[in-house]
């Protein structure tokens, strides 16, 4: 099947969060949600349980929602898991939530690598947890490291319980290498911390490197691990509202559940559907999608770079974001930057520093759209730098 993901859709007159957040004259490059059409096999689904005109209950017993997970992890993500090691969620924010609940006590700490999605620290926080963060290193090189020293020292403190690993990392667009991640699984294992792998951005990745699903290096990373998966970014179905956690160690999954039947949030039916299909139907939008995207970052990158003085963007090994620097722009402040692009570029883009502090005068762009919507993009930036320096 081939698919036209050069086709500009408005969207503006749909309740869309991308598309409602800014005035209308902005072009929306924010969160991470794409504006491009699902997969038929996702959509023919849907038009079937609309058409059938009764919205019921959905059945909730182990079925086809855990064997295309299964499958899914077998044939992707490359590990086994059984349908026991499987359990629904709405949303990857309400895993990250519950798995906090289940895993921390209050006053404990939740580590995070900083810049990280901004909900890493509120679930903490908003659950009267701390959050405390091992900030990644910025090399200067678009390459962001761990500083393994203060990782350790965080892991060894008795107060930290849970680590959020976002694996691929957002905003930074990092594949953490299979020693990388040994060496975290070793030392939360070593200090009884467990964690949460957020592999949502799993499916992008580009130029020879890999993504490594947390479970796939073995039974102490199996052990400790509770992995977060969602089709909502590659399939764009995020309003669907249909996610999954998978932990194979009983004890944690007994200890997630009794948190997640305090809120017994229910399954939702067309999101289970759209899930379903699009995990064990659309191998072949995944290559596609992540084809065209790699094409319009490495297109952004170099029109950055070449037109756009003060602004410093490098290719990311993952996730359909870039994390532009923004330091060499002569503004003083994160939200004098925010101001100039939603004023002036008529741009939307996320703040650097709602991702942490290290992304004081960074923007993350979204370039899963159109080439001629992120063409424009790019111009507009383009032009109000221009004018700034003129
Ligand atoms: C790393 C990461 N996790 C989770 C989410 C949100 O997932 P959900 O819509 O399932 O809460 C995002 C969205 O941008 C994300 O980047």
């Excluded at 991470?32 to 959509?43: G, L, W």
């Excluded at 559907?273 to 094409?295: K, P």
Aim: hydrophobic share 40%.
């Amino acid at each position: 099947m081939t698919y036209d993901f050069d086709e500009v859709i408005d969207r503006s007159r749909t309740n869309s969060a991308k598309w409602l957040h800014y005035d209308q004259d902005v072009l929306p490059m924010w969160v991470a949600d794409c504006d491009f059409v699902s997969p038929e096999p996702v959509r023919r689904a849907l038009r079937r349980y609309v058409e059938h005109g009764i919205y019921g209950y959905p059945y909730k017993a182990e079925g086809s929602f855990e064997q295309a997970t299964i499958r899914w992890c077998h044939d992707r993500l490359r590990f086994d898991c059984q349908a026991r090691d499987v359990e629904f969620v709405p949303s990857l924010t309400t895993a990250l939530s519950l798995a906090v609940l289940a895993f921390t006590q209050p006053g404990e700490n939740v580590l995070i690598q900083t810049p990280v999605y901004p909900p890493f620290k509120s679930v903490a926080v908003n659950n009267g947890r701390h959050s405390v963060t091992n900030p990644l290193i910025n090399e200067g090189d678009g390459n962001w490291s761990i500083d393994w020293l203060d990782f350790e020292a965080k892991c060894a403190d008795p107060k930290t319980t849970l680590f959020l690993l976002c694996n691929p990392q957002n905003p930074t667009g990092r594949v953490f290498t299979a020693e990388e991640l040994e060496r975290m699984v070793d030392l939360c294992h070593e200090h009884g911390v467990v964690i949460f792998s957020d592999e949502v951005h799993a499916d992008f990745v580009y130029g020879g490197a890999v993504h490594i699903s947390l479970p796939t290096l073995g039974e102490k990373a199996r052990s400790l691990s509770v992995v977060g998966l969602n089709p909502s970014k590659t399939f764009n179905i995020a309003g669907l509202r249909a996610a999954s956690v998978v932990i194979h160690n009983p004890e944690l999954m007994r200890r997630y559940r009794r948190a997640s039947a305090r809120v017994d949030a229910g399954r939702n039916g067309p999101g289970v559907l759209a899930y379903t299909v699009a995990f064990t139907q659309c191998d072949d939008y995944v290559e596609a999608v992540r084809a065209y995207v790699e094409g319009n970052l490495r297109y952004a990158v170099r029109f950055i770079n070449e037109r756009i003085e003060g602004v410093t963007a490098y290719m990311p090994q993952a996730t359909y974001l870039l994390w532009l620097d923004c330091r060499g722009l002569p503004v003083e402040t994160q939200e004098e930057l925010d101001d100039f692009m939603v004023s002036v570029a008529k741009v939307g883009m996320n703040s650097g520093s709602s991702f942490g502090e290290e992304g004081d005068r960074f923007l993350r762009l979204n370039v899963a759209c159109p080439r001629s919507v992120l063409t424009e993009a790019l111009e507009r930036i383009e032009r109000a730098v221009g004018a700034l320096k003129a």
